[in-house]
């Protein structure tokens, strides 16, 4: 069992939080295309002996592709790779992108999941992170996507930035949760590097998030969607009807996965890989016949340390045997390390399994770091 993920690195225009790898010149977009496909082609036999289950459309602003483009990837994926009967294929949706037309080219092209980015359902704060929609184009495309029942259907809203109140936040997920989806991504804003909003922190023009606030709203969030009815299954996600996000579920129980187009990520179990992050770059390279990965072999503590930051995030926490196949030295070091927060009911012990108690799970990062092993 295995997934693919797919890099579309364009953008309508740039949100002012993100630093995800995007250009907003769409000059290159159709020779990035076929670069992709030649790296599909290329790189096959990395998962000759897996059964592809998943494959996800990421960004950037996927939903940018016409039907033909789409169609192209995702055959050329059939023809190179074992694809599962029924996998799951999502495609990133940007609320500007979606129109009637649209709706139908996806379900042709066999998109059964589409992950929309709603963000919030208030037009200040969406001009506040610069957006290319409003609130009306969400609840739009969010109809004509739930028109006909093809798709399961995931939202992203987000929280813990300057101007959200909880009434705000209120409206947002009753608005969403009222309506037929089955997923929703919750992430509280993080400021990140090299972004329009880092620089006006910087500059002292935008306010510091307070944790306090962050964390009462990431309890409100996790209250409203228990309330209408989603299960809490990692500290971003939520899903209804055990409808969970495949693809990611993967990323976060260790599996492999194949990532192609500028910036993607791979991984095999041994080793992390990573493509470049810039679009002249990896066309020219490829043209080059240049390689346009880099890699890492992850050691036995790295895959330890990964394997407690990645699984004490989810509901379904880490195993203890499979802790025990780091070796004794670790294991008795995660002993020790862990017992004060068992002691405190912060990690709770389920049989073989150890969650995070989920009033502590905005602070997991913090948990899990404090249980890293470090070579001395
Ligand atoms: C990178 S976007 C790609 C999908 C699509 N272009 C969109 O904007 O919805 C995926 C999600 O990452 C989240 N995201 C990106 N940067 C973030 C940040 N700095 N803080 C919180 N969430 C962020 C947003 O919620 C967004 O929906
Ligand atoms: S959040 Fe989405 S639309 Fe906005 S810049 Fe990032 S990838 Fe592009």
Not at 191 to 219: A, Y
Request: aromatic share 12%.
């Amino acid at each position: 069992m295995a997934g693919l993920y797919i890099h579309i690195p364009f953008c309508k225009q740039a949100c002012y939080y993100c630093n995800f790898h995007f250009s907003t010149d769409q000059s290159r977009l159709p020779l990035v295309l076929d670069y992709i496909v030649q790296e599909l082609v290329s790189k096959k036999d990395f998962l000759s002996h897996e059964m592809i289950e998943t494959i996800y459309f990421g960004g950037g602003s996927p939903s940018l592709l016409n039907k033909d483009q789409l169609s192209h990837i995702i055959e050329s994926i059939h023809s190179n790779y074992h694809v599962a009967e029924k996998p799951e294929i999502t495609l990133e949706v940007n609320p500007d992108d979606v129109t009637s037309d649209k709706v139908h080219d996806w379900k042709d092209v066999s998109i059964n999941r589409i992950s929309l980015g709603i963000q919030s359902l208030h037009d200040d704060d969406l001009a506040f992170m610069n957006r290319a929609h409003s609130s009306a184009d969400c609840m739009r495309s969010l109809e004509l996507l739930l028109n006909g029942n093809a798709f399961e259907i995931s939202a992203d809203l987000i929280f813990g930035f300057d101007g959200l109140t909880t009434e705000k936040l209120q409206f947002n997920i009753q608005a969403l949760a009222s309506k037929e989806i089955h997923h929703m991504s919750c992430y509280a804003m993080t400021i990140e590097p090299k972004t329009v909003f880092s620089h006006r922190l910087h500059k002292g023009e935008l306010k510091e998030m307070n944790d306090n606030i962050v964390g009462e709203q990431f309890t409100f969030v996790r209250d409203e969607l228990l309330r209408q009815g989603f299960e809490h299954y990692e500290i971003s996600n939520y899903c209804r009807d055990s409808k969970f996000a495949k693809h990611n579920t993967s990323y976060w129980k260790g599996r492999k996965y194949l990532g192609v187009g500028p910036s993607a990520h791979s991984f095999d179990g041994k080793k992390r890989y990573w493509n470049v992050a810039n679009n002249a770059a990896y066309i020219s390279k490829l043209q080059k016949n240049q390689g346009v990965t880099e890699e890492e072999v992850l050691t036995n503590v790295d895959r330890y340390n990964e394997y407690i930051l990645t699984g004490l995030r989810t509901k379904w926490g880490v195993s203890m045997s499979k802790l025990k196949e780091f070796g004794s030295e670790k294991y008795q070091y995660f002993q020790q390390e862990s017992a004060g927060y068992i002691e405190k009911q912060q990690l709770i012990i389920h049989g073989d399994k150890l969650t995070i108690h989920h009033d502590f799970w905005p602070v997991a990062d913090r948990i899990s770091s404090d249980l890293f092993f470090v070579n001395e």
